[in-house]
C-alpha cells in the first residue's frame, strides 16, 4: 500500500486523538487519555502550537502519526522530544512508522536540532530493537521521572501551608 507522509492540521485533530488512544490501549493504559479534540486543536494549531505532528495517510486515512515537541536542554540547546510515534495495529509492518521517524528525524537535522529524545517502554521490543538499528542509544542509569495531577495538586498544597 502506498502511504503519504504530512504535517497535520487543525482538521486532523480527532485522528491525532483516535490514534493517542489506540497507543494508550497498546500500552495498556486505556483509561488514562484524558485530553480532547478542543485542547488538542487549541494546544496543537492556535497562536502559539505546543506541538507538531507528521501524519501517515493511506488514501485520505489517517493510519498513524509522530507527535513531537522542542524543549531546552541547559547542555545541547534546541532539542525535540518525540511524544508518540503510533501506527494502527493494522497498517503495521508496511514501513509507516519508520517513515514518521525519519520525518521527524529530518526535521530536527533541518533545524539543527542537537538531540532528539523519547521513551520507550521497556517491553516493547520490537520498537527498541528497530531505535537500536537506526544507531538510537537507549541511556542506562537515566529513569523517567513524572508528577502526575493528584501528586502536584497535593504537592501544591502542602507548600501553601
Same mark, same amino acid.
Given at each position: 500500500m502506498n502511504f503519504t507522509i504530512r504535517k497535520a492540521t &487543525? &482538521? #486532523?485533530? %480527532?485522528?491525532?486523538?483516535?490514534?493517542?488512544?489506540?497507543? %494508550? #490501549?497498546?500500552? &495498556?493504559? *486505556? /483509561?488514562?487519555?484524558?485530553?480532547t479534540v478542543k485542547e488538542l486543536e487549541k494546544d496543537g494549531f492556535g497562536e502559539h502550537p505546543l506541538f507538531q505532528t507528521f501524519i501517515a495517510e493511506i488514501e485520505g486515512k489517517v493510519v498513524g502519526m509522530a507527535?513531537?515537541? !522542542?524543549? !531546552?536542554? =541547559?547542555? +545541547?540547546?534546541? =532539542? $525535540?522530544?518525540?511524544?508518540?510515534?503510533? @501506527?494502527?495495529? /493494522?497498517?503495521? +509492518?508496511? +514501513? $509507516?512508522? %519508520?517513515a514518521l521517524y525519519d520525518a521527524v528525524?529530518?526535521?530536527? !537535522? +533541518?533545524? &539543527? @536540532?542537537?538531540? @532528539? /529524545?523519547?521513551? @520507550?517502554? #521497556?517491553?516493547? =521490543? *520490537? %520498537?527498541?530493537?528497530? !531505535? $537500536?538499528? =537506526?544507531?538510537? #542509544?537507549?541511556?542506562k542509569g537515566w529513569e523517567v521521572v513524572q508528577m502526575d495531577e493528584n501528586s502536584l495538586k497535593k504537592y501544591v498544597n502542602r507548600l501553601k501551608k
Amino acid at each position: 500500500m502506498n502511504f503519504t507522509i504530512r504535517k497535520a492540521t &487543525k &482538521k #486532523d485533530a %480527532a485522528d491525532i486523538l483516535a490514534l493517542i488512544q489506540h497507543l %494508550a #490501549d497498546f500500552e &495498556k493504559e *486505556p /483509561e488514562a487519555v484524558v485530553v480532547t479534540v478542543k485542547e488538542l486543536e487549541k494546544d496543537g494549531f492556535g497562536e502559539h502550537p505546543l506541538f507538531q505532528t507528521f501524519i501517515a495517510e493511506i488514501e485520505g486515512k489517517v493510519v498513524g502519526m509522530a507527535l513531537y515537541y !522542542y524543549r !531546552y536542554s =541547559t547542555w +545541547k540547546g534546541k =532539542t $525535540i522530544h518525540l511524544e508518540d510515534l503510533i @501506527v494502527f495495529e /493494522e497498517y503495521r +509492518k508496511q +514501513k $509507516i512508522g %519508520a517513515a514518521l521517524y525519519d520525518a521527524v528525524l529530518q526535521q530536527a !537535522y +533541518k533545524e &539543527k @536540532v542537537r538531540r @532528539v /529524545e523519547w521513551n @520507550v517502554l #521497556d517491553w516493547n =521490543t *520490537p %520498537a527498541r530493537d528497530f !531505535y $537500536i538499528s =537506526t544507531g538510537a #542509544d537507549i541511556l542506562k542509569g537515566w529513569e523517567v521521572v513524572q508528577m502526575d495531577e493528584n501528586s502536584l495538586k497535593k504537592y501544591v498544597n502542602r507548600l501553601k501551608k
